[in-house]
């Protein structure tokens, strides 16, 4: 191996690495919340790739049914829950959320010729209609069972994550697809050369990380939530709904998800399936930190990234394996390290 | 007592619908969702087309989906052959969801025309392979035709970059054979996944081998990735992709980066320019036409027209049985499972089948063209 490959390598682990620590900080922001492991987390990096990519093409992306749909659903049981409650306070948010939005954007996407506008338009388009399936997601599989143990919560995402997956392949197809890529320069750094896209890509992930920094130390939504993640009970306590932190988290999530696919759809082609295996390498990563700190989940992200690429370089056939045996000596000595504390659930 | 007339009658009528074997059930599981969706559901598409009464007799097509699971697709099968009493099974689109059918269509002496490539499916044609059939060509044909283009194309070192499953591996052990017997000295064999977002490890590694050309053993537009990175790496010798990319996703995704690729392919995938004398082209041309009439323009792929050759056999064959025992009994599976055997000389979209009580593939080198991508579409080489 020369200096020049190793380079090359290392540049191909930190694009993917980015990508893996944006997605392993939305895990490890969601988990320590609702203490909800987000299996389902990679679906949205696939949504936001794919639906970019039927707004370019001039389709409707199948996301609009989907935000549709899950309005619908979202109206229906927030409608159940004030009749029970005989009450129909936060009703017309609600509505305001979960009809008259989706309703919009069917509206906007029906009218308007979204194929020719440029992409810093399209993008937020795309956003508008993946990030909202978060709180959705949130609202009707988790909500209703937010004090449920950690495995009842886990049991779950599974079937979320079955459910988006199939709901995927049924709205977009099993065929692949690229967006068009925000540039095309390449430069020659010391005779290497570096794309634009791979430098976007880490880029943006990093201005994005610094964005939610700054929102955690920064504003009073980012405090309620980090409240919320040191302690619900305290955090109830003190007057900060605990139901609305848990919307947050996944819209969060969702916006990390979303943003990180339509990173990566200009330089790999993105499946209905594709973003699952992107989520559980960023899930060893969040292991990595221990699920829990920001920054060293980011990193064990980075080092997954560098491991991966160096890995399909020695040994391509056995790369996979070689990233997720990676867990076991950290799960080991992080067992060894730490006292176990029964959970108290 | 009239309610109770009512809700037996059609039971009654149905019991003697299946006693007097008036009917032909066709059996067929698809991968129509899972990671063959883009085989799957152009091929469940096709059986819709297929015609509804052979030889006079009405023909039932039981359409399961196996999520490209082996596991569901052998559960499928038991279904459709203790559930339905199919006559024939059609189906799967991958090699081991065919593979794990087989003992199923043994067991119950159901003859079986998988729809994947593998030549492990029918070869050799044993106690139990005896009932099973396959439409598409074996890779071996293909690679060998890959084999002795580059060869004559003066290419002496290849590297090979493949899936690391089934398809990949197939590949790899035929493309080994078919190089060496061409005396191409192949100088790297790297593997990636399906749903890897970077391939640039394993290109790195074929890049320093300086091959002069690049074989990508991969199916659909999962194939693209390996391609696109060498041509960001600056690769300018040839690069050569498989049949399993001869779909129109395949250009789309691709784009100006697959310009130039040669393949082996069924001659479906150029059937308006094959020579008018090409025992496909009229059959092919049909095919196309009767797809596209329903699904669209630019619709109909090579993986469809598998599934169309399979509906070929089935015509071919069934008029054969009927003649020997009815449909439903165990005599006119056996006579249908003799009847595949002994088609010959039928023209398919994919080429001539030429059955034989050791070939249950029956395809020869009519079969196979080598196309290039060129101007974004596919073109036949001469």
Known sequence: MTLDVALLLGQDGLVNGAIYALLALALVLVFSVTRVIFIPQGEFVAFGGLTLAALQAGRVPGTLWLLCGAGAAVAVRDGLAALQARSARGLPRTLLWSVAYPASMAALLRLAPFRSWPAWVQIPLALALVVPLGPAVYRLAYQPIAGAPVLVLLIVSVAVHMALVSLGLLLFGAEGFRTAPFSEARWDVGGIPVGAQSLCVVLFSGALIAALWLFFERTLHGKALRASAMNRTGARLVGIPVGLTGK??????????????ILIAPITTLYYDTGFLIGLKGFVGAILGGLASHPLAAAGALLVGLIEAFASFWASAYKEVIVFTLIIPVLVWRSLRTRHVEEDD | MPRLFRTIAPLAALLAGTALGAEINVGVTVSATGPAASLGIPSRNTVALLPTTIGGVKVNYIVLDDATDSTTAVKNARKLTSESHVDLLVGSNTVPNSLGMIDVAAETETPMISLAAGARIVEPVDEKKRWVFKTPQNDQLMATAVARHMAARGVKTVAFIGFADAYGDGWWAEFSKAAAANKLQVVAGERYNRPDTSVTGQVLKILAAKPDAVLVGGAGTPAVLPQKTLVERGYKGLVYQTHGVANPDFLRVGGK????????????????????????????????KRYETVHGPGTASAFAAHAWDAGLLIQAAVPVALQKARPGTREFRTAL???????????GAHGVFDMSPTDHVGLDQRARVMVQIRNGAWQLVQ
């Open chain 1, 248 to 261: 947050a988290s996944f819209a969060l999530a969702a916006l990390v998800g979303a943003f990180s696919g």
């Open chain 2, 337 to 347: 499972r003799a009847a595949l055997e002994g088609v010959r000389g039928l023209h």
């Open chain 2, 257 to 288: 980066d697959v310009e130039g690729t040669f393949l082996p392919a069924g001659p479906v995938v150029v059937a308006s320019q094959l020579p008018d004398d090409h025992p496909s082209k009229k059959v092919a041309l049909e095919f196309i």
